[in-house]
Structures are given as structure tokens and as C-alpha cells.
């Protein structure tokens, strides 16, 4: 094989690609003439590698996670891997079932960065060092032609607009998915700064800011906070009177009235859609310091989201109102949300822990066995974690596998300790669970005491489950 004459082949059409899926189509299509292998292009999109380019095989995986297979491993690493024998290799990610060895390299760009992976994969004999040296060398030249192209391919707004979607139907509470719509408008309109306002039986209300709001939303949020419900009860009603609204980027044109708060607050650009039924919904603006003209794709993505966060939300508030319909939980014999809604509103700061307590893998459960058999890890898990806790401690059932233990402790790490008692009981029982910890601050309300559990729960989650975390005090 003459790895010079494939090198030259295979780049000889790069500098005339002129998008960066079409650099890697032409590399995948000439290196295949040459390589009698499954050869593959992964690029970093979003958060996961998709699959760009690729020939010699019946199906590949679209997109891949950046920590799963081969490729996942070497685009972490940033290093070549060379697998003569891919059964020993538990990394290894089945397209054929004949593929014996892989060869897979970073696709760098100019700085040395991984933005993706080159992988070849044999079914027969061959010569993987040479292969290694000749794949790094086009991976290298494929690299700086597609950041000369301006980079790996971006998500459409399309899909930017379904990802959002799921994470807004997944969110635990309103605060989470007020926080999810926003970081959504923003993203999918490619605006600055977004808001919600939502109507509520005291009036229109703000819905919760972003985590770190950025200066224009700031400013509008205090803006609108001082123009006073009655300036936001008719910016809602002209929304759901006359539908969406945008500005058209043109300067030296006056807004209406209802709108002076924005352009007091800096805003040059703005999209308004109505969310929700115009008896109890609200309004999502997005808004941007630069004039701008957005376009109807825009809007109507942005309406499009609007209505999946009124969908959920709506969601969200039904299941709350069942809960605290339920006095106790007839599965279990716990106290459920009534009670522990009384009992929390009453916590002491630095003193009263609440444990978020959730199941692992408890969706499995009901999937493989039935919900008969889910039932009874509740009723099981119940019992364990009631016997591991402290004469006086409380544990209530507060969603179908969520528990959240209310204790009184004299230091924080008295708290953590019981935590991994219950986790240790779990265990003894076959089962796993994940465990957040928080204690009430002064002046915080019940609510955020429980989020910042939660928020601690979910980090354990993310970090493998079967743990504990303690939420910063």
C-alpha cells in the first residue's frame, strides 16, 4: 500500500470542499477507495459526536455520547487508539459483526483541540501502524479545513428546538423549567435576554430568572418589575388578543406605550407570543441590545416553544394539586405531601435537614417486571429506610419513587451521616438510592430549602448515583 499516494488522494479535494460536511463526505468517500474498512467522520455537535460521514457498513450510530465507545474515549483523550483485537476492547461499539481490529485518531483543530474523530474499522489483516501514521496525517489536514469552513456543523433550530423540549418536559419543578424555557427562547431565537410573565391570582407576576441573568435581563426585569402589574396585564392581553409580535429592525420608530419599559431597559429587538389560554396564561418576551430584524422562522419557533412550557407547566401544577390532594400514601402507610408541607414550613435554620431521597433505577423496575413489582420495592424500601432513621425523624412519600426524610440534627455532618445510613439500609435490600442533602438558611423558604435537596440529589445522579451530596450551606 502507498500511504503517500492515499494521503494525496484523499486531500487532493479538501481545499474545494465548501462546507464542513462535505470535507469530511469527500475524505470518508476517497480514504474507502483505498481502505477496505468501515470508515467513519465524528464530529463534536452540541453535546454529543454525530456522525458526519461514513461508508462500509449497514448502519452506524448517529450520535454518539462524547464518554461512550472508542471514538468517546479518544476524543476525551485527545490521543490515537489502536485496537488490533476489538473484542478485548469493552470500549468497542458494534457496526459489524466481522470487524476485527480499529483504528481511530483525534481530529484536531489548529490549536491541538479535539473537535471530532477519524475511525477506520478492519474485517481483515492489516498493517495498523502504517494506518495509524496516514490517518493522523488527513485527520490533521481534515481539522483545519473545517475550521477554515467555520467549525463543526451547528444544530438547526429545529433541533435546538426539540432538545429544549425535553428538557423542559423532564423539569421537577416550576423553577426548573421556568429556568429551562428561558435558556430555551434564548438559544433557539439567538436573542441576548428573555422573560416570562405569567398570570397569577394576585396578578402578573415575573416568572424566576436564569441562574445568572445577563445585564439586558436584569434590566428589563426591573424595568417591568416597577411598571407594575397593571402595564403587564395589558402587555398580556394585547398578546392574546392580536397574537405574536416582533419589531422589524427598522430605527427612529417609537414603541407602544405598553412596551416603553423594554426600550427603557435597553432592548433594540423583541419577540412576544403568548403562552398559555388567555384567561391564565402569560407572556415570553425575547429581546436583544442589537437592532435586529427577526425573522417569521423565529417566531414561529419561539411560539412553538411557548406552547410545550405552558404544556408542562400545566403538567407540573396538575400533578402538584394531586399531590396535595393525598393527606398519606395508601402504598407505603407514609405521611405524604399535606402534612410534610406543614412540617417543613416549620423547619429550623441550621438545624432541621431534608433529605431528597430517589430511587435508583427505579423506571427499570416497572418497565422489565411491572408496576406490581415496583410497588413493592416502594413498600420494601419504605420499611428500610424507616427503620435505619432515629426515633423522632420523619419520612414522607412525596412522589412515585421520591422520599424526603425530615430530621434534627446539631451540625451538618450529623446530617450526612444519617444520609449514608439510609443509603447502606437501600443496599442491604438490593436496591440503591440517591440521596440529597439540605438545611434551611435563614429566611429561606421551605420551597428553596427542598429545591437546593433536589438540586443536590440530581448532582449525585449525575455523578454515578448511590450517594450522597450536601447542598453548600
Same mark, same amino acid.
Given at each position: ?10 486531500? *487532493? ?6 462546507? @464542513? ?13 483505498? @481502505? $477496505?474498512?468501515?470508515?467513519?467522520? &465524528? ?17 452506524? =450510530? ?12 479518544? =476524543? ?20 459489524? #459483526? ?19 474523530? &477519524? ?5 481483515? #489483516? ?17 481539522? @483545519? ?23 423542559? %418536559? ?84 417609537? #414603541? ?29 418576551? *425575547?429581546?436583544?441590545?442589537? +437592532?435586529?430584524? $427577526?425573522? #417569521? ?6 411560539? +412553538? ?24 400514601? $395508601? ?8 402534612? !410534610? ?20 433505577? !427505579?423506571? %427499570? ?7 406490581? @413489582? ?20 420523619? &419520612? =414522607? ?5 421520591? !422520599? ?41 423558604? $421551605? ?10 440529589? =440530581? ?15
Amino acid at each position: 500500500m502507498d500511504h503517500q499516494r492515499v494521503i494525496r488522494d484523499v486531500t *487532493v479535494r479538501l481545499p474545494m470542499a465548501s462546507t @464542513a460536511a462535505e470535507a469530511c463526505q469527500w475524505t470518508v468517500t476517497a480514504l474507502a477507495r483505498h @481502505a $477496505p474498512a468501515t470508515i467513519s467522520v &465524528l464530529l463534536q455537535v452540541h453535546d454529543g459526536l454525530r456522525c458526519v460521514a461514513a461508508t462500509g457498513s449497514w448502519q452506524v =450510530y448517529s450520535t454518539v455520547p462524547p464518554d461512550t465507545g472508542i471514538v468517546g474515549r479518544v =476524543y476525551a483523550s485527545g490521543r490515537t487508539a489502536v485496537v488490533p483485537d476489538v473484542a478485548a476492547d469493552p470500549d468497542y461499539i458494534p457496526v459489524r #459483526p466481522d470487524v476485527t481490529s480499529e483504528v481511530c485518531v483525534p481530529v484536531l483543530d489548529p490549536a491541538g483541540r479535539p473537535i471530532g474523530v &477519524l475511525d477506520l474499522q478492519w474485517s481483515e #489483516p492489516a498493517d495498523l501502524v502504517a494506518w495509524r501514521d496516514t490517518a493522523e496525517r488527513l485527520a490533521g489536514r481534515l481539522g @483545519a479545513r473545517i475550521v477554515a469552513l467555520g467549525g463543526p456543523p451547528a444544530e438547526s433550530r429545529s433541533e435546538k428546538l426539540l432538545r429544549h423540549a425535553a428538557a423542559l %418536559n423532564s423539569a421537577p419543578t416550576e423553577w426548573d423549567l421556568m429556568h429551562a424555557a428561558i435558556t430555551a427562547a434564548r438559544d433557539v431565537s439567538t436573542l441576548s435576554a428573555a422573560v416570562l410573565v405569567l398570570a397569577g391570582r394576585q396578578g402578573p407576576r415575573l416568572g424566576a430568572p436564569t441562574a445568572a441573568p445577563g445585564d439586558l435581563e436584569s434590566r428589563i426585569r426591573a424595568e417591568l418589575a416597577e411598571a407594575g402589574p397593571e402595564t403587564l396585564s395589558r402587555m398580556i392581553s394585547l398578546a392574546h388578543r392580536y397574537g405574536a409580535g416582533y419589531t422589524l429592525g427598522e430605527a427612529g420608530h417609537p #414603541p407602544t406605550d405598553d412596551h416603553a419599559p423594554l426600550t427603557r431597559a435597553g432592548a433594540r429587538t423583541l419577540v412576544a407570543v403568548p403562552v398559555g389560554p388567555s384567561d391564565g396564561g402569560g407572556l415570553l418576551l *425575547v429581546a436583544d441590545e442589537r +437592532l435586529l430584524r $427577526p425573522d #417569521p422562522t423565529t417566531v414561529n419557533l419561539v411560539e +412553538l416553544l411557548a406552547g410545550q412550557a405552558w404544556n408542562a407547566l400545566d403538567r407540573l401544577r396538575t400533578l402538584a394539586r394531586l399531590r396535595e390532594q393525598a393527606s398519606s400514601d $395508601p402504598l407505603t402507610g407514609l405521611r405524604h405531601t399535606g402534612p !410534610f408541607g406543614q412540617r417543613i414550613a416549620a423547619a429550623t435554620p441550621g438545624r432541621t435537614a431534608l433529605l431528597a431521597i430517589d430511587v435508583d433505577g !427505579f423506571k %427499570n423496575v416497572n418497565d422489565t417486571y411491572g408496576h406490581q @413489582a415496583g410497588d413493592r420495592v416502594l413498600v420494601g424500601l419504605a420499611r428500610a429506610l424507616e427503620g435505619a432513621l432515629r426515633h423522632g425523624d420523619e &419520612l =414522607y412519600r412525596i412522589g412515585g419513587d421520591e !422520599f424526603v426524610a425530615v430530621i434534627e440534627v446539631n451540625r451538618p455532618e450529623e446530617a450526612v451521616r444519617i444520609a449514608e445510613r439510609l443509603t447502606e439500609a437501600a443496599r442491604r435490600i438490593g436496591r440503591t438510592i440517591s440521596v440529597g442533602v439540605a438545611l434551611p438558611r435563614p429566611g429561606e423558604s $421551605p420551597d428553596l430549602t427542598l429545591r437546593r435537596a433536589d438540586q443536590a440529589l =440530581y448532582r449525585v445522579k449525575r455523578e454515578g448515583r448511590d450517594g450522597v451530596h450536601l447542598s453548600a450551606a
